[in-house]
């Protein structure tokens, strides 16, 4: 059983910088794919950063140039550096996990979530 657990949200001004961290636990394996979503008051929820295992990355366009996402595969950690904030960035932020389990040879897709961590952006 694989636990998300985000960290880093808070209250920044506009311009400022925050860096997000998400730890999963419970897992002997490295998760295929990480990333983060995130969703705002009123607002559906929507994809802000992927990274494979290898390290290719996909961005929404609304944040290229402003966010990093970077993972440590060995520990199952990713991370979101995000600049130049903006107050549409406000958002509940997500950390997410999926890919395949192979246990005896069956596949077993998996898809985990965490909690989510609040970010604000105010002045």
């Known amino acids: 059983q694989v636990q998300l657990v985000e960290s880093g949200g808070g209250l920044v001004q506009p311009g400022g910088s925050l860096r997000l961290s998400c730890a999963a636990s419970?897992?002997?394996?490295?998760?295929?794919?990480m990333g983060w979503y995130r969703q705002a008051p009123g607002k559906q929820r929507e994809l802000v950063a992927t990274?494979?295992?290898?390290?290719?990355?996909n961005y929404a366009d609304s944040v290229k140039g402003r966010f990093t996402i970077s993972r440590d595969s060995a520990k199952n950690t990713v991370y979101l550096q995000m600049n130049s904030l903006k107050p549409e960035d406000t958002a509940v932020y997500y950390c997410?996990?999926?890919?395949?389990?192979?246990?005896?040879?069956?596949?077993?897709?998996?898809?985990?979530w965490g909690p989510g961590t609040q970010v604000t952006v105010s002045s």
């Open positions: 419970g897992s002997a394996f490295s998760i295929d794919l």
């Open positions: 990274i494979t295992i290898d390290g290719r990355t």
């Open positions: 997410n996990g999926e890919g395949i389990d192979t246990p005896w040879g069956t596949p077993r897709p998996y898809d985990y």
